[in-house]
Every structure is written in structure tokens, then in C-alpha cells.
């Protein structure tokens, strides 16, 4: 009998490792699926010299139909909304810059049972960067 009880303890210490891989496989989909959100909305703001409002309501609405546990409060947007136009020659005032991100939770699996809380089991993942505009004065 204590060699059933140590072995049921044993493998539910380590059902811990396949469904941390499992909630990792879970996380990565969210980030790839969010990396191409972002990049098509990029794409298009590239298109149109800036972020327009039908872009931007677009891609919060693909993030909310995406991601069902996500609150539309929780995704950050701050994007460049004033025209931009294409140079010759690199310039500054050419770019389009963005920072947009959404909260990933229960990045460990089974965090209660290892002590972790819910506000403690998550992280925002952000992505900042620049396009150049291709529009045209």
C-alpha cells in the first residue's frame, strides 16, 4: 500500500513536465497567431502612410475574435496615426512606429498547485518596431 501511494505521488509530480510542454505548444500558437495579426496590420498601415482608424479597429477586433479570454482593455495599442510619406532617401519622418500587445496567461501549467497566483502566471507580450511608408506626397 505505501508503494501505491508513493508511486500515485510520483506520477502526479510529474504529469507536471508533459502539460507544462503542452501549455508551452498552447503559448506559442497564441504568439505566432498575434505576430501575424500585427504583421498584416503593419502591412497595411505601410500601404496607407499611417495607422487609420478602420485599421486599427480591424486588427483589435481580430485580436478579440482570436483570443476569447482577452478583454479588449487589456490589449495595448499605440501606433502613429498622423500621415507619413515615402522619401528618396532614409528619413526619420518616413516612419510608421508602433508598440501593440496582448496578455498571455497561464504561461505555467498548474500554477495553483505549485503556489503561483493568477495575477503572478502571465506577462504582457508586446511587440514595438517601425514601418516606412510607401505613400506617396
Not at 76 to 93: H, L
Not at 127 to 135: D, K, P, Q, R
Request: glycine content about 4%; proline content about 2%.
Amino acid at each position: 500500500m505505501k508503494t501505491f501511494i508513493v508511486t500515485i505521488a510520483a506520477v502526479i509530480l510529474l504529469m507536471v513536465f508533459p502539460m507544462q510542454n503542452v501549455q508551452d505548444i498552447v503559448n506559442s500558437h497564441k504568439i505566432e497567431r498575434f505576430d501575424e495579426i500585427v504583421y498584416s496590420a503593419c502591412q497595411k498601415a505601410r500601404t496607407d502612410g499611417r495607422f487609420t482608424e478602420s485599421n486599427i479597429s480591424q486588427m483589435r477586433s481580430d485580436i478579440l475574435s482570436e483570443f476569447p479570454d482577452i478583454s479588449e482593455d487589456e490589449i495595448i495599442i499605440e501606433v502613429t496615426t498622423s500621415m507619413k510619406y515615402k522619401r528618396f532617401e532614409f528619413d526619420s519622418r518616413e516612419t510608421i512606429n508602433y508598440k501593440i500587445g496582448i496578455p498571455i496567461k497561464r504561461v505555467v501549467n498548474m500554477g495553483k498547485f505549485l503556489g503561483i497566483e493568477d495575477e503572478d502566471n502571465r506577462f504582457n507580450y508586446i511587440i514595438e518596431g517601425y514601418v516606412l511608408s510607401e505613400a506617396l506626397e
